[in-house]
Nanobody, 127 residues
Framework: QVQLVESGGGLVQAGESLRLSCAAS????????MGWFRQAPGKEREFVVV????????YYTDSVKGRFTIFRDNAKNTVYLQMNSLNPEDTAVYFC????????????????????WGQGTQVTVSS
């Protein structure tokens, strides 16, 4: 069983940055495809970014390209989401998700494809 714990959320002003962390336990991170999703009030949980098990491939949703960066530290069993130039539309609860399959073997944009989820961390961006 994999446990995921997110941290790093908070309240920031537009234009500022935050770094989210997702610490995994129960399985070696290098055997997991990792994704970040977010859910704003009254909206569906949406895909943000994925990183492959080898960290050789990443894919971002259009709205965060050039502003967000995902990276992983397998030695610490942790995935990070560096978020720069935040704007109010980024306000949401951010969730990390893990899936043992390779990213090319499932639809990584689909939240229903991931087996494991963290509890989420709130990010609020004020204008």
């Amino acid at each position: 069983q994999v446990q995921l714990v997110e941290s790093g959320g908070g309240l920031v002003q537009a234009g500022e940055s935050l770094r989210l962390s997702c610490a995994a336990s129960g399985r070696t991170l290098s055997t997991l495809t990792m994704g970040w999703f977010r859910q704003a009030p009254g909206k569906e949980r949406e895909f943000v970014v994925v990183i492959t098990r080898s960290a050789g491939f990443t894919y971002y949703t259009d709205s965060v390209k050039g502003r967000f960066t995902i990276f992983r530290d397998n030695a610490k069993n942790t995935v990070y989401l560096q978020m720069n130039s935040l704007n109010p539309e980024d306000t949401a609860v951010y969730f990390c998700a893990a899936e043992p399959r390779r990213s090319f073997d499932f639809n990584y944009r689909d939240k229903n494809e991931y087996h494991y989820w963290g509890q989420g961390t709130q990010v609020t961006v004020s204008s």
